[in-house]
């Protein structure tokens, strides 16, 4: 997938992995399912352990403007789970 700065990413997954790539200013994951889903960062810099955070069901997270880019943001909703996500860059 390419997406360039300025553009807005809207989609729904069920029962998948999917990677909201690198560069985005805010993200909105809400989980739609029946089951709880995951997401973690994939940041190479530095030597930080990282873990999955968990999203209950009918729950959703937010990552706001921070003032620079995220990371690749892995979202796994396999399972059966599923879910919305708004992603701006």
Known sequence: M???EAQVLTSSFIDEVFVVPQG???IDINNTGTTA????GNSNI???VLSPVTIAQSQGYSFGD???PYPNIIIDC??????DINVNY
Request: with cysteine; charged share 10%.
């Open 46 to 48: 530095g030597t930080l």
């Open 37 to 40: 889903i995951t997401f973690l």
């Open 2 to 4: 390419n997406v360039s």
């Open 24 to 26: 985005a200013r805010t």
């Open 66 to 68: 921070i003032g620079k």
């Open 78 to 83: 396999t399972g059966g789970g599923s879910c």
